[in-house]
């Protein structure tokens, strides 16, 4: 196993366990967003405190921070290895007819996605993490008032919003491709497999691109 | 039929090559896209001027010689088909065809169409194979093999090496060819033994000789004339991941 | 005094081999690395010979055209690969199989060398699954066989449509084995131009590097050719378009005696000509005969549709005229049988000169999928090449040049008359007599590879284990070059005005109309004429562009042209010295009131070797008694 990630399969193959990985954290993250569209905030201030303090999370954040850099990184490595492999182009290509657009784009998209991350971070996790955020008590118990942070920049500023919606589809974008991609480099795929997880992924994607994308169209809307 | 072609021309490995337009007529939908070529060769050369250099030899769709990149695929626009296969009823009266070698860092163009594919023969030459001896071998049903995986191994072995899979890739990554070699020999219960440590070989080799890694477009698949999926891919990464070759 | 001595070994027919190998002298593995051997080809005959003298040790260098030794020409082998396993308990054996051969070629081969390739047929197949080679397999794991043309068993390995493809990967990989280990030394994109004779001995070869026009000079204490057959002569033929005599004939001219050129395999399935362009007849397997069948209108000049034709006014032409053997006679029959029935006026398509082969009713009693399975991808061939789908209309199809039976002449151990070089596979003349039957191709060139020449070999060998290298400065080798260069010199000047293709072309139609299926004195005689004008006017009128230090695909043509116009006098001489029938060669002077081929033993029961007797002379006959002692000659009936 020592020098697996240095092959070409090695490489992919931290791309594919940190995509599972941060793919996981996406869910659990869509699951608590997601309360922010139900009653008046409490059940997503309560759901963000929890997750802002519990241990097992605690634990957890720097794997993430740990599993994005990898992600990235080795991303980045593979892209600009594999483009120095064909130095003279085609003049034309047909290559969209036997790929799908995000395949062939994975990276553009995870730039897209990974500048819309800072914008969310500086948004979200420093002002929670390092700023002020007005907290909110409910019964006994005080914690941050997250949700009025995120509903106020939802309602404030417009285009907040339409940033947010395109981060959501390059993710879900991304996502499309990514997800049956992580479990063929595994190479947990077959010939019966292959369609079963292209579907899977499509449902996924359209969860994940369109779950985040309904929380600033909701207040927008409402 | 009359077409335009826009053919990539280079003298050598050398040189810097540039594409040439010719206008063919008389094409007729029968003939195979090679005796297409053959036709503009032969009035090349009557007209002094040198004939276009591509690869053939069977020209039935099996050698694996023959192999050009033809209006932005390889071996042309039909499905499973080597370009020797591909019948000139599949273009139109009057098409602009563009012609170009198979284009990789690992295949460097030899002349005109022309590509070196000895890279493939050094992957094969570094595991590709079960360690037999002729003589070695007992009675051939002394142990069956399930139809299942005798039917997967043909498939797999069924790969022509033209290189279709290096051309369509946008990484210019051979792991298509390497997977279906892997897949095929794992089939069996005698090339098994083997089957860990020659993923690790093959693959160390494609790296080094200079092919991009796999990033799952599925162009290869597309484009594969054999028709091998990139389910053998997926094999692949298993035998290189999980199967751990016992040298203790 | 006589040149040709066969060392057939004494003792009985099943013992020969046994007892030849017992005396065959051997060399201990610290000499082998000290033993040069050259491998031209790297088909079936040639990989296998290659990686076998590697895995023994001795110090291989292998030759050929292609970029990689992957693409030879046996990568074509559609139908399968025969062995006397008696799996299916029908009754086979090593004695049937011979037997079969023999019968099959029309008794003009060698019995011991027969009996030898069906003795080894067994350890062939098992070596090829050992190799990895994914036989056709039953739901139980074991394999299947299918029967083919000319036997009544079922003793046929098969890969589906691509036994040859398959066999060759698992070939290609033990050589690939062998090179990775260097023990083989591999030398792709080279053409060989000429043979050296040192001393008698053939102790090196003169290649052209194709992509630098470089002449180099390669050296070996052995040669071994495997380059296959010179099925091309005829322009369209079922091989690859660059397979050539050119090899066969440089020996040839440095000494080594030719045998039965003339013998020349027409395949009965192959796809008609579509074109005046086309560069190549497809093939369809032999096997399709298992399941199809070949018929005509009885109507002469029939322009209906052929599913339109009634089943009363067909014509089942080899049903009727064999009912023994049905669809599944002899490839030659299968072949002339079209011919005649296409010259009188029965032949169907555009041109006239095609035969149905109708799978309608074999769909209706086994089912489409069984079909498919079995010949799935000669289907896709066949609709790719046509436009049309065999699964709702028949085939057609016609005879197309593809297997030559004749070839260098060998001995027992496979030497050719030129002590050190030997030839083997397709190259050499001796186990298929006139005709070849079907899956003995495979089975022959795989069987001298890997289980012959490698013990033979040796013995010869056994006398040089004190020879140190052989030196590549030597007069000779010399003399070879300066030839060669000469050669490529004269065709590069010529700057005529026809192409290289254009000779092709011409020397194919001679051959094909006086020199292919039927032959007769008069054609023959022309044929020599024509073929000496034809001569005359390449060198004269042959245009060659660009240059010869360079890749240059027309100076590759033109060599093997060239070589092609003088083999082809050499074939017609033979055809013409044979005034009998006998298998594949079908003289029209010798034939029964069926119009049946002739044999004529009392006469002809000889192996016709010819000697070069320099350029413009003709070629001197030597004659090879064949003795059967184990066989009875008889009519070869398949009625």
Redesign the interface.
């Known amino acids: 196993m020592t020098n697996i990630f240095n092959s070409s399969i090695g490489k992919k193959l931290i791309m594919s366990i940190t995509g599972i990985f941060l793919m996981l954290f996406l869910l659990v993250h869509l699951t608590v967003n997601l309360m922010l569209m139900v009653g008046d905030g409490e059940l997503f201030n309560r759901a963000a405190h929890f997750m802002g303090t519990n241990p097992a999370v605690k634990v957890i954040e720097p794997l993430l921070a740990i599993g994005f850099v990898f992600h990235i990184f080795y991303a980045t490595y593979i892209t600009l290895q594999n483009q120095r492999r064909r130095p003279i182009r085609y003049s034309t290509s047909a290559f969209n007819e036997v790929t799908t657009w995000p395949a062939k784009n994975m990276y553009i998209l995870g730039l897209t996605i990974f500048i819309f991350l800072i914008i969310h971070l500086t948004n979200f996790f420093w002002k929670i993490r390092f700023g002020t955020v007005e907290t909110i008590t409910y019964g006994n118990e005080s914690m941050p008032n997250i949700y009025a942070l995120v509903s106020g920049l939802f309602i404030n500023y417009w285009w907040y919003g339409v940033l947010y919606i395109v981060g959501a589809i390059a993710l879900g974008l991304h996502l499309s491709h990514g997800f049956w991609s992580a479990f063929q480099t595994l190479g947990m795929n077959g010939t019966k497999w292959i369609k079963r997880l292209e579907t899977l992924a499509y449902i996924y994607a359209i969860l994940i691109g369109t779950g985040f994308s309904m929380i600033p169209i909701y207040f927008f809307l409402f | 039929m009359k077409v335009k072609l826009k053919i990539w021309r280079q003298k050598d490995a050398r040189s810097k090559g540039k594409f040439e337009e010719y206008e063919l007529d008389n094409v007729a939908p029968d003939m195979s896209f090679l005796e297409m070529l053959d036709s503009l060769n032969q009035r090349l050369i009557k007209e002094g001027k040198s004939p276009v250099a591509f690869e053939y030899d069977c020209r039935e769709g099996i050698c694996g010689s023959c192999g050009m990149y033809i209006n932005g695929r390889p071996h042309g626009n039909d499905h499973k088909t080597t370009t020797c296969e591909l019948r000139m009823r599949k273009f139109k009266d009057g098409d602009t065809i563009t012609v170009e070698p198979w284009r990789a860092a690992a295949f460097p163009v030899v002349k005109d169409l022309v590509v070196d594919r000895s890279a493939f023969d050094k992957i094969i030459q570094a595991g590709g194979y079960v360690s037999v001896n002729a003589g070695a071998a007992h009675d051939a049903n002394a142990i069956p093999v399930p139809k299942h995986n005798a039917d997967v191994a043909f498939d797999m072995a069924s790969c022509i090496g033209c290189g279709a899979c290096v051309a369509a890739c946008k990484n210019a990554s051979a792991m298509l060819f390497v997977a279906a070699k892997v897949t095929h020999l794992a089939q069996f219960p005698q090339g098994r033994i083997e089957a860990p440590e020659r993923a690790k070989r093959m693959v160390a080799k494609m790296d080094e000789l200079g092919f991009g890694s796999c990033t799952n477009t599925r162009a290869c698949e597309a484009e594969c004339p054999k028709g091998i999926t990139i389910s053998a891919i997926a094999k692949l990464n298993r035998e290189f991941i999980f199967n751990k070759h016992n040298d203790s | 005094m006589n040149k040709l001595n066969a060392k057939i070994p004494d003792g009985p027919l099943a013992d020969k081999w046994t007892n030849h190998k017992a005396k065959l002298r051997l060399i201990n593995p610290a000499n082998r690395r000290k033993l040069d051997v050259i491998v031209v080809g790297t088909g079936l005959s040639g990989s ?1 010979a290659a ?2 003298l590697g ?1 023994l040790g001795y110090n291989v260098k292998v030759f050929c055209y ?8 046996s ?2 082998a559609q139908g399968g690969i025969n062995a006397a ?1 008696n ?1 299916k308990n029908d009754n086979d054996s090593v004695y049937r199989l011979f037997y079969d051969m023999l019968k099959g070629g029309d008794f003009r081969a060698r019995e011991a060398n027969v009996y030898r390739a069906a003795e080894v047929s067994n ?1 062939v ?19 299947e066989n299918r029967s083919f043309g000319g036997v009544q068993v079922s003793r046929t ?1 098969y ?2 449509g ?1 036994t ?3 066999c060759l ?1 698992g070939a ?3 050589l ?2 062998q ?2 280990k260097g023990t083989v030394t ?1 030398y ?1 994109r080279r053409e060989m131009m000429d043979l050296v004779v040192i001393d008698g001995k053939a102790r090196g070869i003169i290649v052209r590097n194709l ?1 630098t026009g470089e002449i180099e000079r390669h050296s070996a204490h052995a040669v071994v050719l495997a380059t296959g057959g010179y099925g091309t002569i005829y322009y369209l033929s079922t091989l ?4 050539n005599g050119s090899a066969a004939w440089r020996a040839y001219k440095r000494g080594a005696l030719f045998a039965n050129p003339s013998f020349v395999q027409i395949h009965p399935t192959s796809i008609p000509v ?2 005046e ?4 007849l ?2 369809m397997s032999e096997s399709l005969r298992n399941d199809g069948r070949v018929w005509v209108p009885k109507m002469k000049g029939d322009t209906r549709k052929p599913n339109d034709i009634p089943e009363d006014e067909r014509d089942y032409y080899l049903e009727r005229r064999y009912p023994a053997f049905g669809n599944l006679v002899p490839r030659d029959v299968a072949s002339r049988a079209a011919k005649e029935r296409c010259d009188a006026g029965y032949g169907v398509g555009p041109t006239g000169l095609s035969v149905y082969l109708d799978f309608r009713d074999a769909i209706q009693k086994k089912g489409r999928k069984s079909i498919e399975e079995n010949y799935g991808n000669l289907f ?2 066949y609709e ?2 046509t ?1 049309e789908s065999p699964y709702e209309v028949p085939m057609r199809i016609y005879p197309a040049g593809h297997y030559t039976m004749g070839g260098l002449w060998v001995d027992y151990n496979l030497m050719t008359t030129i002590p050190g070089l030997y030839a083997i596979g397709e190259s050499n003349f001796s186990d298929h007599g006139a005709n070849r039957l079907g899956a003995s191709s495979l089975m022959q060139t795989s069987g001298d590879g ?2 012959i020449l ?1 013990y033979t070999i040796a013995d010869y060998l056994a006398d040089d284990i004190k020879t140190p290298k052989i030196p590549t400065n030597t007069p000779e080798f010399d003399t070879a070059e300066r030839e060669v260069k000469d050669r490529i010199e004269r065709l590069m000047s010529i700057n005529g ?1 026809e ?1 290289a ?2 000779f092709h072309k011409r020397l194919g139609k001679i051959m094909w109309d006086y020199c292919g299926m039927v032959r007769n004195e008069e054609g023959l005689k022309k044929a020599l004429i024509l073929l000496d004008e034809l001569n005359e006017e390449f060198w004269h009128n042959l ?1 060659v ?2 240059s010869s230090n ?2 240059n ?2 100076l590759e043509k033109a060599n093997r042209v060239a070589d092609f116009i003088e083999l082809g006098k050499l074939l017609v001489y033979d055809a013409l010295n044979r005034r009998e029938s006998c298998g594949a060669h079908f003289r029209e002077e010798s034939q029964t009131e069926n119009g049946e081929a002739k044999r004529d033993d009392a006469n002809y029961s000889y192996v016709a070797a010819w000697e070069f007797a320099g350029d413009g002379k003709e070629p001197i006959l030597h004659k090879e008694e064949l003795k059967f002692e184990y066989v009875k000659l008889q009519e070869r009936s398949y009625k």
Do not use: C, W
């Open positions: 296998s990686s076998t895995e292609q970029d990689s030794p992957r693409r030879a020409h990568v074509a396993k799996y350890l197949i098992d070596h090829y699954t050992a190799l990895g080679v994914p036989f056709a397999r039953d739901y139980g794991g074991l394999i390995f890969a589906k691509q040859g493809q398959q990967i290609y990989s033990a690939s084995r090179i990775s591999m792709p992509v690859a378009l660059n397979s579509l074109n362009h086309q560069s190549k497809t093939l896709e061939m790719k090449i436009g890997y289980f490698p005005t192409t293709t254009n245009k562009p660009d360079e890749l695909q027309e």
